[in-house]
Every structure is written in structure tokens, then in C-alpha cells.
């Protein structure tokens, strides 16, 4: 008798990072920012597919690389020194962790507040009462 095998639940890792104390000039660049990001998702074991970065007038830059695993993001404020970054894998959980410790060394970020956590239907967060959701 033919066994249906086990279904596999997607799953992944994303960790977010608020990285402050980074220079002003790196964080306002959208090329150095694209290239980083690149490197540092690259380096990390990711497998590169697009990336796409914007430059905000007067600053501030809004990047996006797109990985097969999933993707790595940066919102910048270069007057504050801050950067929001977002990164999320599918599969193996080191490789988002790594990523995001080659972009906090590449950004010389003096403070960082990291938070990573699994997703995928089997950890999901619980849901928000709907009186709490804008």
C-alpha cells in the first residue's frame, strides 16, 4: 500500500536589525549600499537573483536584494545614522544570520538591536485582536 509522505511546511528565518551609528555618507550612497547588500548576501550563502535601489531627495536610500531564498531590505536615514534592515530566508536559518552579521560589520554600526525568528505556519506569531490593528 502506496504511504503519502509527510507534507513539508514552508519554513525560514528572518532577522531585523536597527543599526545605528553608522556614517552618514555609506548610508546616503545607493550604489555602495547596493553593492554591499550584494556582497554581504552573497558572502552570507545566499543565491543573488535582483537588486534595486533608490535615493531619496534631500537623502535617505530604500534598497531591496532579491534572493532565491528570499530577499535582504534597507531603509536608510543617514541624519539620524540609522538603517532598518530586513532579512529573510527560506531553508537553511544560518544563512539570514549570516547576512545580516557581514551588513552590520560592513555599515560599522556602534549599536544594533538584532531580533531574529522563524517563520512559516508552524511558528506563526499570534494574531493581534482586531481592535489593535490600525
Request: one cysteine or more; charged letters at 15%.
Amino acid at each position: 500500500m502506496f504511504q503519502t509522505p509527510p507534507l513539508t511546511l514552508p519554513s525560514g528565518r528572518q532577522v531585523l536589525a536597527e543599526l545605528t551609528g553608522c556614517p552618514a555618507a555609506a548610508l546616503n550612497d545607493p550604489a555602495g549600499l547596493e553593492a554591499c547588500f550584494r556582497r554581504c548576501a552573497l558572502e552570507g550563502g545566499a543565491t543573488l537573483i535582483s537588486s534595486h535601489f533608490h535615493h531619496f531627495s534631500p537623502q535617505g536610500v530604500s534598497g531591496v536584494v532579491v534572493i532565491a531564498e528570499s530577499h535582504v531590505t534597507v531603509h536608510t536615514w543617514p541624519e539620524h545614522g540609522y538603517a532598518a534592515v530586513d532579512v529573510f530566508t527560506c531553508g537553511c536559518p544560518e544563512i539570514a544570520e549570516k547576512i545580516v552579521t557581514r551588513i552590520i560589520t560592513a555599515l560599522h554600526a556602534t549599536t544594533v538591536e538584532r531580533t531574529s525568528f522563524n517563520r512559516g505556519p508552524h511558528s506563526a506569531p499570534t494574531r493581534l485582536p482586531s481592535s489593535l490593528i490600525c
